[in-house]
């Protein structure tokens, strides 16, 4: 069994969800992100998403628009993050990790190279944000046949036959985004979410993830009634761009991944 | 070739175009397709474009013999598409009332758009206005300085203009913040894109809307010479105005077809803005295309004289049409352009803008290796009274 599927299992078990950070992979800092993800694990996050940073990310707002160009600037290549993947299973085999990108990356190092580096270096899931199932078949083809999870998206705006197609091509849980808009921007509408999102655990038969828009304990705490995963990114970014060196970093990610941990403990309403 | 017909039903000519983008966005490009489709097929649709063409923007425009500057290379004819007399003085006009047309159409009151130079910016805010829509236009903080009577022609004309501060500060950025903005706004506006790039329908949609350079050329050049060109040249940053022109020729397999990129200070510089010539396949914008990137896939910065060819990806049909060998892609450089910009001044009396000054320059080239009852057709895509600041900065003249 994946090491995803093992914790929506355990997770399910318990009747609760799981959560899910973002952080993008070189910022604050190069030698942040491997202490980032332990501290992430540690304090309670049941999985981890990393960020790859690409110079044109459109589905981002300016919080991780600001730390892919920061990590860019500081030399972040795709072969680095997955070496700090890599690293990071060196001593955590459990905590699921989930790399979060763009295409055009991932195609110049040639997407059955990315697969196979990816799968070795321990990743357990591939998020393309622009790559959507209709022209992602021989992408998900490749990452299935190494054993990495092609996760899709799915918006308030899918009809019917896109969820049919994710649910052909998409493994290890579906990302629902909450909002019509980029990451970081504000949502409201909660109880439309919630439905939807329930229909859908209904007709995917895979978990289904809420992000985009999820910014503190009290929202994650309601998020996670009706979801199978919690994906908090630009509110953990804007909080780690402020730190001023690394050790501060983990203690900020540490307190606040502490806090939200908290919020997703309560057991669910529904199943 | 002589059945050619693309892009397939998803958008895709070969391997390139597509649809490469956020989920949220793929139902609001289902909409505009079928949109776009029911509209094409609608007489009354046609009708009221082919009307907004003529009263508006100035349609027919002509098909020039440039015979002074023929004589002088002692070549082929030299005849200039001239869409530098459209109303708002270039071709960005013809796609920007269609699809404001389509919009209005669609019921939508809000239009955005990107712009580099800031003459597709300018087209797009003449037209909201024109239909009465609200028009926002984002423009990299670095155009919005290099272009700075185009910022406030569009303020003139009503439109409210956001500079966009992330990535390179140019075209793309401006690009990336639309597609954010549409996202976020999807319900109410519609995007009007200003080139043959994005994801499906717009390459499509956009080149239809541009066909009518083409098919005029190509009935005044039957009119006037009494047969078809030898050879269409156009200069390609997204592929407009190239595309407009190539398009109703494709299938007319003697006409040589030439798109001609930014070489900015010489290709072999890294300096420049020519994707089809030095780059490679990927992905950006929501379709694939040939690409300036690094070896990483991350996006490279360009560079050209001309604000309106910057840009480091192309239209997918080039990028099919460059494989396939339909149609030819070479470069010229800022000094190859800027030479054209003043011989054709002088010669023809005509400004023509730095961006079709770089297909004046090819055509210039090898016009002289030519009969001369051989003939070439040049879009003069635009006019060049918005690049005066930057040709007289080049001599060290303060205006």
Not at chain 2, 234 to 239: M, N, P, Q, S
């Amino acid at each position: 069994m994946s090491r995803l599927a093992a914790m929506f299992a355990q997770l399910q078990q318990k009747n609760r969800a799981a959560l899910i950070p973002f952080i993008t992979a070189g910022d604050p800092s190069l030698t942040a992100t491997v202490p980032l993800m332990h501290a992430l694990a540690e304090s309670g996050a049941d999985a981890i998403e990393l960020g790859m940073p690409f110079s044109d990310p459109m589905a981002d707002g300016p919080s991780i628009q600001r730390a892919s160009e920061r990590a860019l600037g500081r030399g972040v290549k795709l072969r680095m993050v997955l070496e700090w993947v890599r690293e990071f299973r060196r001593s955590n085999q459990q905590t699921p990790v989930i790399l979060m990108g763009y295409l055009n990356p991932l195609e110049a190092m040639g997407m059955a190279t990315f697969a196979e580096l990816a799968a070795g270096a321990g990743v357990d899931g591939v998020i393309i944000v622009d790559l959507t199932p209709e022209e992602g078949r021989e992408e998900s083809a490749l990452l299935k046949a190494c054993g990495v999870d092609p996760i899709f998206l799915l918006a308030p705006t899918s009809g019917a036959a896109r969820v049919q197609t994710v649910r052909e091509l998409g493994s290890g849980f579906v990302y629902y985004v909450s909002l019509r808009g980029i990451t970081g921007a504000a949502q409201s509408d909660w109880p439309e979410v919630l439905k939807r999102v329930g229909e859908l655990r209904q007709e995917l038969a895979l978990p289904v993830a809420i992000g985009f828009g999820i910014r503190d304990a009290e929202t994650v705490a309601r998020v996670a009634q009706g979801a199978d995963a919690v994906v908090v990114g630009s509110a953990l970014v804007e909080q780690l761009a402020d730190c001023r060196d690394d050790q501060a970093a983990v203690l900020t990610a540490k307190n606040f991944i502490h806090e939200l941990a908290g919020a997703v403990q309560k057991p669910r309403s529904v199943q | 070739m002589d059945n050619y017909e693309l892009p397939d039903a998803m958008g895709h000519y070969g391997p390139y175009g597509g649809r490469f983008v956020a989920e949220t966005l793929i139902p609001a490009l289902d909409e505009l397709n079928q949109a776009y489709q029911e509209a094409q097929a609608d007489p009354e649709f046609r009708a009221e474009l082919h009307s907004e063409l003529r009263q508006f923007v100035g349609r027919p425009n002509p098909l020039y013999h440039a015979e002074r500057i023929s004589r002088r290379l002692g070549g082929a004819q030299i005849y200039l598409k001239r869409e530098d007399l459209n109303h708002t003085g270039a071709h960005k006009i013809n796609n920007a009332v269609g699809q404001a047309l389509l919009a209005r159409r669609m019921g939508k009151k809000r239009v955005i758009a990107e712009t580099g130079a800031g003459q597709h910016g300018v087209a797009t805010a003449t037209v909201a206005t024109r239909y009465g829509m609200e028009c926002l236009v984002y423009m990299g903080e670095e155009d919005i300085q290099r272009q700075s009577s185009n910022v406030f022609r569009m303020r003139l004309l009503g439109a409210q203009v956001a500079a966009v501060s992330s990535g390179t500060r140019t075209l793309k950025d401006a690009l990336n913040e639309a597609l954010r903005d549409w996202v976020t706004h999807v319900d109410n506006t519609f995007y009007v894109i200003g080139t043959v790039a994005g994801p499906h329908p717009y390459p499509a949609m956009v080149r239809d809307f541009h066909r009518v350079i083409g098919d005029e050329a190509r009935a005044q050049c039957l009119e006037l010479t009494g047969r078809l060109p030898d050879v269409c040249v156009a200069c390609v940053g997204g592929g407009s105005n190239a595309i407009g022109l190539f398009y109703p020729f494709i299938n007319d397999q003697s006409v040589r077809l030439i798109g001609v990129e930014a070489g900015g200070l010489g290709l072999g510089t890294g300096q420049h803005a020519a994707p089809l010539t030095t780059g490679r396949p990927g992905v950006l914008h929501g379709n694939r295309t040939y690409l300036m990137e690094d070896e990483d896939g991350q996006i490279l910065p360009t560079h050209s004289i001309s604000a309106g060819l910057d840009y480091p990806g192309v239209g997918p049909e080039h990028a099919y049409l460059k494989d396939i060998g339909r149609a030819e892609y070479v470069s010229a450089t800022d000094q190859e352009a800027l030479q054209a910009f003043h011989e054709l001044c002088r010669t023809e009396g005509i400004i023509p803008a730095l961006e079709s000054s770089h297909a004046l320059a090819h055509a210039f080239a090898i016009a002289p290796g030519m009969r001369s009852d051989q003939t070439i057709i040049v879009n003069l895509s635009g006019r060049g009274d918005k690049d005066i600041h930057t040709v007289a900065a080049l001599e060290g003249i303060h205006l």
